[in-house]
Each structure stands twice: as C-alpha cells, then as structure tokens.
Nanobody, 121 residues
Framework: QVQLVESGGGLVQAGGSRRLSCAAS????????MAWYRQAPGKERELVAG???????NYADSVKGRFTTSRDNAKNMVYLQMNSLKSEDTAVYYC???????????????WGQGTQVTVSS
C-alpha cells in the first residue's frame, strides 16, 4: 500500500556532506510528520530530525547546526542534508512518516528500509 524508499547513503569522509532523500508512494491522502531516525551498531534507534507538514522542524542536539531537514509536500518527499559529518554519524538512516491513506480511517506510521551512511575518519 505504502512504500518509503530512502536513497543517498554511502561512504563519506569526515567533514564532508551527504544528502539523503526519502520518497513516499502509494494511495496517500495526506502525510503529517516526516522524520529521520538512525541506528548505529549496538545502539538503539534515535530520532535525528523531524518536520511537520507545515515545515516546523526539530533536531537531535547531536546534529543541530550540521543537519537540515526539508520536504516537498507535492512530491511526498523528505530530505536530510548532512554537513560536517563525523565518524559518530555512521549509522543506518531510516525515514519515518505519519500517513493517512485513502483506504484508511486514521494516520498510521510507516518506515523505510534504511540507507547506510558510513563516515570515515
């Protein structure tokens, strides 16, 4: 019914930049909040950044000033611009969205499959 597909992951040197994209597809009526999470080996999944349909954003303290999230509501896409990357940013990054389908009666939470970002020092 709904697919969230992340792209843009890969290997990047410390201090470099990377842009992640996430596309939501399916019988989507409306998307509320979209967010990026990450999970490093041996650690719990953590919120990186979130953005509401109106464009309000919030960030984890560890990425404030370095990462920026944005979205294109017309395309059902969300982005994560990551600058000044550090080795501790290495993780699988997941896209998360709160979606109301045409066939649904309420918003439901959907996840992408994740994309690996590896920062080499």
């Amino acid at each position: 019914q709904v697919q969230l597909v992340e792209s843009g992951g890969g290997l990047v040197q410390a201090g470099g930049s990377r842009r992640l994209s996430c596309a939501a597809s399916g019988s989507i009526f409306r998307i509320n909040t979209m967010a990026w999470y990450r999970q490093a080996p041996g650690k719990e999944r953590e919120l990186v950044a979130g953005i509401t349909s109106g464009g309000s954003t919030n960030y984890a303290d560890s990425v404030k000033g370095r990462f920026t999230t944005s979205r294109d509501n017309a395309k059902n896409m969300v982005y994560l611009q990551m600058n000044s990357l550090k080795s501790e940013d290495t993780a699988v990054y997941y896209c998360d969205a709160d979606i109301f389908l045409y066939s649904s009666s309420r918003f439901r939470d959907y996840w992408g499959q994740g994309t690996q970002v590896t920062v080499s020092s």
